[in-house]
């Protein structure tokens, strides 16, 4: 009689790899990917008032970064794995809200988006930390850009064209999108990550972590770079648009810029490559630099909508140089005890980006025309730029040699039950 056996992949989840982590990011990259470039016009169509779009921005920033700020708090009553559900749950149902159409709907669809795009960014972050091995941290950052580069490349102009087409439509793609991510989760079976442990100690308070991040002059460097480089994500991303609409050009264009835009997002193995040739330090200096003085230039020139517009576009180039390497200081100084704490800190870089940025651009819109916003996006720039000058110069080197250049993330995976070595970051 045979004895029946049980597979080994369904005893043992095989262990959790770049690949997995950057197909789960592609899922994400889909459905934030068609919406990005619909929201600002849905937005700017029910309220038709650029300062009254960023005041929403506004409000939306700050109940996303509480929301991000309570995450670890969350977490020691609810397991890790029911926090991530809830928020990918929370990105099919603000999706589905939004296809009403109406001001309140878009404005609460956008709110639940938020606060899911947040919530999963710091479970994802934690799980990175727990599973990636430190030497591997710029690979699965590549890795996860490379494999959502489809998402965000086709995603903002197929938003713009399927909403002119029929306007329900880009709202039930990235609800799919959403739904296929949070299958993908459960089948990767990532549970509740290595460090979770029932604690007897009182639950710490949210705030209670914030000061041994401040003690650290590299975090708070590597979250100021996120910050910055992520508020010239949301000039380029929410006043852009704008900005063609009033220009004359016509409300496709943003969602066409941002598309082209992140079709550089297929070269990011390259840019790796390059920043390992060099150092994470001169990439971020680079990245900073160029970025702010295109935004400048783009304000300078905001007579000649096109030529601004064309500085922006190549401005986002930098942008993406900076995805790729000025996360890197924070995560490369994070000790290991302050993973879950550190990525909420880290993850909260998006929503002061959300508050600072419509902030800002709220004040500069009461004194300057739209184009203002590009100066003040370059000034930001150039200041991470000068900032990043405290950078130890071989930062991501190991020894006197660089950084193992990743294999090629097409490469065919391992099968299910191949188990690589990773050491705990």
């Known amino acids: ?41 849905q937005m700017y169509r029910a309220l038709q008032d650029a300062a009254l779009v960023s005041q929403v921005y506004f409000m939306i920033g700050v109940m996303s970064l509480l929301t991000g700020l309570l995450v670890p708090f969350l977490a020691r009553f609810v397991p890790r794995r029911w926090v991530y559900m809830a928020g990918a749950s929370c990105f099919v149902a603000g999706s589905l809200l939004a296809i009403d159409g109406s001001a309140p709907a878009t404005i609460i669809g956008l709110l639940l988006i938020s606060i899911a795009t947040v919530t999963t960014f710091v479970c994802f972050n934690a799980y990175v930390l727990d599973y990636i091995a430190k030497i591997e941290l710029g690979r699965c950052e590549t890795s996860r850009m490379f494999y959502s580069a489809a998402g965000w490349t086709i995603g903002p ?47 710490t308070n949210p705030l209670g972590f914030l000061p041994r991040f401040f003690a650290q002059p590299r975090l708070v460097a590597g979250w100021l770079f996120a910050v910055i480089r992520s508020c010239g994500w949301w000039v380029y991303v929410v006043y852009l648009p704008i900005f063609a609409i009033q220009s004359g050009l016509g409300d496709q264009l943003g969602g066409i810029a941002l598309s082209i835009s992140n079709a550089a997002l297929f070269v990011t193995p390259f840019m790796l490559r390059w920043m390992q040739r060099h150092s994470i330090r001169r ?50 100084a994070v000790k290991p005890s302050e993973r879950t704490e550190m990525s909420a800190v880290y993850s909260s870089f998006r929503d002061v980006s959300g508050i600072m940025t419509p902030g800002v651009a709220w004040l500069v819109l009461l004194v300057a025309p739209l184009a203002g916003i590009f100066a ?32 090629p993330v097409t490469a065919i995976a391992p099968p299910i039950g191949a188990q690589e070595a990773r050491s705990s970051t």
């Open 283 to 332: 990439a971020v200096r680079t990245g900073f630099l160029l970025a702010g003085l295109l935004f400048t230039t783009a304000a300078i020139l905001s007579g000649l909508p096109w030529i601004a517009v064309l500085c922006m576009m190549t401005g986002s180039f930098f942008l993406i140089l900076l995805d790729v390497s000025a996360g890197l200081p924070f995560l490369l």
């Open 157 to 203: 102009v197929l938003g713009v064209t399927l909403l002119k087409w029929w306007e329900p439509a880009p709202f039930l793609v990235a609800a799919t999108a959403s739904l296929t991510m949070l299958l993908m989760f459960l089948a990767m079976r990532l549970g509740n990550g290595k460090l979770i442990t029932k604690s007897r100690a009182a639950p």
């Open 376 to 407: 003040a996006g370059g000034t930001a720039l150039l200041g991470a730029w000068a900032l990043s000058q405290t950078l130890p110069m071989r930062l991501g080197k190991t020894g006197s040699r660089p950084a193992p250049i990743p294999e």
């Open 1 to 41: 009689m045979h004895e029946r056996r049980i597979p080994e992949w369904l005893r043992h989840a095989p262990a959790p790899s770049v690949r997995g982590f950057a197909m789960l990011a592609a899922a994400e990259a889909v459905a934030r990917g068609i919406l990005i470039s619909v929201f600002p016009l």
